[in-house]
């Protein structure tokens, strides 16, 4: 285990800043996901992390001893990169081994280490073939038990499941989970699905652009994402937002959206200097029948319905704003029919400043 | 317009190794929209290639309406493929467009009107003076679709159209394609291993696993009857489970606990190793003991990033996933119900038995 501390990191490529000014302290035995799309700098930034790249300026400490300057092999990191090369002409068994023979253990070791790291990823029956008789899965699974079989106090996973079949992720996450989490290192774990954030980390930062947006525990980022930027990232489909202003009508405070829905916000201490806010609510927290009697219905047209068996995600218009909502069972609709909102799930943010104002409470 | 009749397709790419497509029977209608599914290697890019005419099959037929094509050259065809890469020239959008009409007889003012119907039709009608090559892969795609829709083919096949598409422009080019398509009404078959993209641009799916069609069938009945555990699996999110037990009387047992089948089934006679398949969203779960419900210890209650957890479940030798709304700790006891109404069962080899 070990603290991880990132101080104003930046790099370029080409003239292109790809971290700008990073800093993150990731306590001992923190398991987190560095959670951005495509192009944020994930990669760059573990990449910096275990040592491969220099960072343009900043500095690195591991358990508070400067590390920036140190080679890879001296940082003591498992590295899983999303495009996993293993040796195309050793078996399961000598890719596995291989960075154990780098370290000269003698035999009898490298032989128990393996075989144990095989058995926690069912690999026993595959050791000796060779990588192209492996199917995707296998492969990955064989490119974990390498980066795991040496001990490691920190270990940077960069998408690990993205190139696996959906089903194949399915069957593996929970796994991994269990694997990472019997090691008691400090993890990261580079995604761009908030699902996998969720569903591995304790703790998540999410990047954009090369920037931190917002590092804090899972449940309360994913609960009250306290900017429309980290919202952005906090679900697939992504949070629907939706303009709406205050006005005032016989003495009550409203947070009119779109002249259709209208919210007292008399109660909630909005700041008087701002009439423009965004609305936010998750996918699935929009519902196809009224779930309490505060439930609000609103007309909406169908653009698209997308059909996954057993769950479906559905595409609508609402007035003039296109909105997604995600169900879990399928159910064909007609062009138009109506959606509910919970006033209780609904998050509030100015438009001004993209910041979480706060959730809406039902007036009493 | 074409009906497109695959009759015992079998290929096989070197001798010696197994077949990358075996024994397909299939007939798609003419007009409708169909998918190919299945994980990576299970050969729909295989058959895909077969019916566009690139790739000759060892055994099998392949007809076009009555008229056997399976010697015809691809050009003969007159298929439209869209590839997973799209291709652009260098050129305007315009001009790529008006690409594969340059050597029609048609008069110049039919082919500019059908160009600029196209791409009306795909989204492109603001671009056309942009060089093609400077967009992003979500217009290429769609002047990649515009391409073939000028030339008015036979059949539309689509290769993984979406995999290489910007993520937050992919359901906007989904909702574009399926317009398209109910506009249209041609037969199109759409190969991916997206069980999403399938039953939504689909009305019959072929799902496909190691080079066979396991069923091809419409979006509901893959769901609710599917015809092996394979299928059961694939589709669904988790896939259904399937616990293994034995036939003993009137119960199947499952070594922890049995379940009581129902009077007057009509199963085969001698069955006794069966495979009894459950979704998860089926499964009912209770937080507290319940008569004649199954006891579960919690292995691991993960959330799903939609709203529900996803819960794992174990006895000594049976192990289950469920949906649940409300997060259930790990370690603890939950009593689990599995309604009739959506029980599937299979024999040894995983093959449904109608009962």
Redesign the interface.
Known sequence: MTKIELKNISKSFFGQKVLDNVSLTISSGTFMSLLG??NAGKTTLLKIIAGVIKPDSGQIFFDDVDVTDWPPQKRNVGVIFQTFALYPNLTVYENIASPLRMKKLPENEIDKKVKDQARILKLEQLLDKKPNEL??GEAQRTALARALVKEASIYLLDEPLTNL????R?VM??EL??ILQSKKSTIIYAT?????A??FSDYVAFLQNGKILHYGSVNES?TLPPSVEVAKLC???SMNLIEGHLTTKEGKLILDIADRLKLDVTNLNLPTDENEYLIGI?P??LYLYPKTQDSIGINSEL?????????M?V?FKWNNATL?A?F???KILDKNFKIYIEPSDILIYSKRTGRLVQKYKKVV | MAKIVLENITHIYNKGQPPAVEDVNITFEDKTANALLGPSGCGKTTLLKIICGLLKPTKGRIYFDDKDVTDLPPEKRNIAIIFQFPVVYSMSVYDNLMFPLRNLRIPAEEKRKRVLEVAEAVGVSHLLNVNATKLGPADRQRIALGRVLVREPNAFLFDEPLSSIEPEKKSLLKSEIKRIQEKLKQTTIYVTHDQTEALTFAEKVAVMDKGRVLQYDTIENIYAKPKNVFVGFFIGFPGMNTLEGQIKNDIIDFMDFSFKLPKNLKLPKNLINVKLGIRPEHIEVSMEEKKDWYCFKVIACAPSGKGFNIIHLSTDHQVIKARSDSFVPEGSKVWVNFPLDYIHLFDENGNRLSW
């Not at chain 1, 079949?165 to 194949?168: A, G, I, R, T, V």
């Open positions: 799309p495509s199917s995707g079949d959906y089903k194949l399915e996450s929970i989970k269990k761009p699905s908030p699902e996998e969720r569903l994913f679900s697939t489909p998750y699935y927290n653009i698209l319905q997308e059909i996954a068996g057993s769950d995600t595409h997604v995600y879990p069972f399928v």
